[in-house]
């Protein structure tokens, strides 16, 4: 098994690039999902900006899969 291969270990608490890389998407694309809802907004712990790897863990599950919506969009067609 080579290096590579080996799953990185996840601080609890992450920064922009890596909060990004945890949920497989660039740094722009996850500052969009951040904007727009679909990721939390950071903690600030001191001076530092940091994602809740526990957060983000609730907010990728909640993503809707291919072709599917979640589990708020049924919620709001109904009324």
Do not use: C, H
């Not at 694309?29 to 994602?51: H, I, L, Q, S, T």
């Not at 907010?59 to 067609?77: E, I, K, S, V």
């Amino acid at each position: 098994m080579s290096k590579s291969d080996i799953a990185p270990y996840w601080p609890r608490g992450l920064s922009r690039e890596e909060a990004a890389r945890y949920v497989g998407v660039g740094a722009t694309k996850f500052d969009e999902m951040v904007k727009d809802g679909r990721m939390p907004k950071p903690k600030r712990v001191d001076g530092r900006v940091v994602w809740d790897r526990a957060a983000l863990d609730l907010a990728f599950t909640d993503l809707p899969n291919d072709g599917q919506r979640n589990f708020f969009d049924g919620l709001y067609a109904a009324e």
